[in-house]
């Protein structure tokens, strides 16, 4: 039997659902939909971006938008900005970030919260006048599709542009795909750095080298079935198909329509591609490629270039880029500089101001990374130090401290109804206190912390050097939230996930055993050793007993339920509160 869901979604899902919220939004917005039906147009909105928000932010939706690669194109910026101080403002001002502001994402795009359904219309009008637009950025599709931010920019050994471009054109647009039996990400890389963490997505494009027929082919080695979330992580299988830049097209789609034509639709806590891959297995799916979906012969896979890589992969900083963050060469002379957005939340203004400089001191044009933050392109050598000095530049620096340029943060129970734990607040809070109270080596330049408000892990915590995930604990008596502690996550040559090293730490307890951890990090690592190197190098009751949870001075806020802490939700059990005793919750964005 069907899931549920497969139901809602049944008779109108993709395109035709843009018809839908256009009407309802002429039609008084919120309160024109009717009641019982909520559920059902809820879950097909979703495929046009649009997500209503949780249980207590009753007629208030996000929107997420959607730009392949991260790229997004002179003016783009700053119109989701403006967009963002008009009418992405909530009842009340959040504590720590106030009203009107902008989410950037771990897929190298942006979300919109506190927006009215009645202002839809003008929403799309103002960024799809500029190129913007939130098609399928949610729901049960094809995602936005993540590559290096500086493909065309930076060095490449085969160029990926060209099949973003198509996966973006010719495959996400086709709306007889819009109905997956889950949501699917693609990737494709070109760079050999890996800052696309093809390893994570359903299906990734990794550049890769093959003789054939006595020539020295250059292309890309295929990977599926990667993805985080539930405690069930994947690191993508190689499928052992080696692809022309040519013929990769016709092998992402062929995968997809697989996938589309197969894919349980019954359970939706396996039915993600990483799933469906293990359970038929690499031989089957490249069989049945070839015999249904691919009409050239697949070649075997070439040589790759993971022990290249370098993007959050662990290794010292003079291997290698392992962000996006500071000044770096393009191939074409010029400079981009990467900024620091701590847990990707930018005020509107600010992202109008950061429009501005890549308008007075680039081309215009900015990328988003995996890593939440924004590049600014096609700086002159003579322009560097100029930018550099922007009061703006002192907010968002091209140099952070190690603690600002490894962080990451999902949404939380701000806004998610499956989130255990208060997120963006909370960590930009941490950060600001290990800034003033840990001390690492000079050489430490970045110590990656990932926090997730759930076991869904859309904060990537699983791949963090210190990964949090929100849970729940009793402290006196009372029910509080907590975090999961665990270390030595990464990409890179050998993907690896964090081992957990404590379990249900109360949140004003966390911040002093990762000061412990780290510190014990400082005094026993080995010269030159990263944070990552040491943990492999350690035994795991070592570990265990360096990261003691203490309390310190650090004022944790929204202990007792955050969805209950400043926006005016419902006076009802929180979700957080129901869910203390299960071990995982379900993602279903």
């Known amino acids: 039997m069907a899931h549920k869901k497969e139901e809602l979604k049944e008779g109108c899902y993709g395109d035709e659902v843009r018809e839908h919220i256009l009407e309802f939004a002429e039609n008084g917005g919120y309160e024109s939909i009717p009641e019982d039906e909520r559920e059902k147009w809820f879950t097909r909105f979703k495929f046009w971006g649009l997500f209503h928000q949780r249980d207590g932010q009753e007629s208030y939706f996000m929107m997420r938008l959607t730009n392949a690669s991260g790229i997004l194109e002179p003016d783009q910026l700053r119109v989701i900005g403006e967009v963002a101080r008009d009418y992405a403002t909530g009842p009340v001002e959040n504590p720590e970030f106030g009203n009107g502001w902008i989410d950037l994402t771990t897929r190298q795009s942006v979300q919109l919260h506190w927006l009215k359904l009645e202002d839809v219309p003008e929403i799309w009008e103002k960024l799809e006048s500029a190129g913007v637009h939130s098609r399928s950025a949610g729901g049960d599709t094809m995602r936005n599709i993540s590559g290096c931010p500086l493909h065309g920019k930076a060095e490449e050994f085969v160029e990926a542009g060209p099949l973003l471009e198509r996966f973006e054109e010719d495959l996400r647009k086709d709306d007889a795909l819009a109905n997956m039996p889950r949501k699917f990400?693609?990737?494709?890389?070109?760079?050999?750095?890996?800052?696309?963490?093809?390893?994570?997505?359903?299906?990734?494009?990794?550049?890769?080298?093959?003789?054939?027929?006595?020539?020295?082919?250059?292309?890309?080695n295929v990977c599926i079935g990667g993805g985080l979330g539930g405690r069930q992580p994947r690191a993508a299988t190689p499928l052992d198909v080696f692809v022309r830049p040519e013929n990769a097209y016709e092998v992402g789609r062929g995968f997809v329509e697989l996938y589309h034509d197969y894919g349980n639709r019954q359970n939706r806590s396996k039915n993600r591609a990483r799933f469906f891959a293990e359970d038929w297995g690499m031989e089957k799916i490249r069989e049945t490629l070839q015999d249904e979906y691919v009409e050239f012969e697949m070649h075997t896979a070439g040589e790759d270039f993971r022990e290249e890589y370098t993007y959050n992969a662990g290794r010292p900083v003079e291997d290698g880029q392992h962000d996006h963050v500071g000044v770096g060469d393009q191939k074409d002379g010029q400079n981009y500089v990467g900024l620091s957005v701590p847990v990707g939340r930018l005020p509107a203004e600010d992202a109008i101001g950061i429009a501005d400089l890549a308008d007075e001191y680039g081309s215009g044009e900015v990328r988003l990374t995996r890593r939440q933050n924004p590049v600014i392109v096609d700086v002159a050598d003579e322009d560097l130090e100029d930018l550099l000095a922007e009061p703006l530049l002192s907010e968002y620096p091209a140099e952070p401290s190690p603690f600002e340029r490894g962080a990451m943060a999902c949404t939380g129970t701000e806004f998610c109804s499956i989130a255990l734990t208060e997120t963006k607040g909370r960590m930009a809070r941490m950060l600001r206190w290990f800034n003033q109270n840990v001390e690492l080596p000079d050489d430490v330049g970045k110590i990656k912390m990932h926090y997730s408000g759930c076991t869904a892990d859309c904060g990537q915590a699983m791949t963090a050097d210190i990964g949090l995930q929100g849970m729940r604990a009793r402290k006196n008596g009372e029910m509080v939230e907590a975090f999961d502690i665990g270390v030595g996550g990464g990409v890179g040559e050998d993907p690896s996930f964090i081992d957990w090293v404590q379990q249900r730490v109360p949140a004003d307890e966390a911040p002093g055993a990762i000061r412990n951890l780290l510190e014990a990090y400082a005094a026993h690592r080995s010269d030159g050793q990263t944070f990552r190197e040491w943990v492999e190098a350690t035994a795991e009751e070592q570990l265990v007993e360096f990261c003691e949870p203490e309390e310190t001075d650090f004022e944790a806020p929204y202990m007792a339920d955050a969805k209950q802490s400043w926006y005016p939700f419902a006076e009802s059990e929180s979700a957080a509160a129901a869910a203390a005793d299960e071990s995982a919750a379900p993602s279903d964005d």
């Open 185 to 220: 990400n693609i990737s494709a890389s070109g760079c050999t750095v890996g800052c696309a963490q093809d390893s994570l997505n359903d299906i990734g494009f990794e550049p890769a080298t093959k003789e054939i027929d006595g020539e020295e082919v250059r292309g890309f």
